[in-house]
């Protein structure tokens, strides 16, 4: 295994207690989720609706922010600063490259708007879309090497793309449909649509890929060394996207 930088030793309290904050974050989403709070929900008090606004307009950025620092963090601890840092650079150049493309000519994943929902604009992208594919893959990536450790790297960067298209299907409804991260065809429909079939065959696709590129050094007998909070954070992602979902659902 790597030894620790200097840098990554005197970040990793920082490091905890993001992770930390993650996992209390995750349960105040899923509970705003769930019960659907949103400004219409806000006390009479002009000064504590105003905390309570603010709070809801930071939750789905920050909570996204939160996932991404904390895979990233573990992965660096185990693979390096320098590998983890190539590797980010590669899933957000390819993702901003993918939504980009796809709000200006809707290829490849189909006519897609995105909203403001997910933090501050980068041009048509917020920046919170690299950053939750870039916890999705990342966290894929751990789940696949801790479920298939004599696996080959294809076999890892494919079993990451499955992983990864299941969290695109899990997470579609609420992302669209509750949390208006993106609205489909909007500007033909006037209405919620679906997801069209190629935006997931997109992200099978470029999971896998982005997976295929990601070779690291560790030997199959260091897995064991490697931390858990990525397959956490990825677990409860999908968790909380699951329990929104069966709110939905259920109301």
């Known amino acids: 295994m790597r030894r620790s930088s200097f840098l990554a030793r005197a970040l990793e309290p920082l490091a905890g207690t993001l992770w930390i904050f993650f996992l209390i974050w995750s349960g105040l989403v899923a509970m705003v989720w769930c019960m659907r709070l949103d400004a219409r ?47 980010s650079l590669i899933v957000i150049g390819g993702v901003v490259a993918i939504t980009w493309s796809s709000v200006r000519t809707g290829y490849p994943l189909g006519t897609i708007h995105f909203t403001e929902h997910l933090g501050v604009m980068l041009g048509p992208v917020p920046f919170g879309i690299p950053l939750l594919w870039l916890a999705i893959i990342l966290g894929a990536r751990e789940c696949a090497l801790r479920l298939l450790p004599s696996a080959s790297h294809n076999q890892i ?28 065809d909007a500007a033909t429909t006037h209405a ?15 999971s896998a890929v982005f997976a295929w590129f990601m070779r690291e050094k560790s030997v199959a007998g260091e897995l064991s060394r490697r931390s858990w909070n990525p397959i956490i954070a990825f677990v409860v992602m999908n968790a909380v996207f699951l329990l929104a979902h069966a709110a939905r659902l259920a109301g």
């Open 192 to 206: 919620l649509s679906s997801a069209p079939l190629r935006n997931y065959a997109t992200w099978l696709l470029a």
């Open 157 to 184: 960067a494919l079993a990451t793309g499955v992983l990864s298209l299941a969290t695109a299907f899990n997470l579609e409804a609420t992302a669209c449909h509750l949390r208006w991260w993106w609205i489909w």
């Open 41 to 87: 929900a806000l006390p009479a008090n002009p000064d504590l609706a105003r905390a309570l606004a603010w709070l809801l307009h930071i939750l789905d950025p920050a909570w996204i922010t939160l996932a991404a620092i904390s895979i990233y963090s573990a992965i660096a601890e185990a693979e390096g600063l320098a590998t983890v840092r190539r590797w």
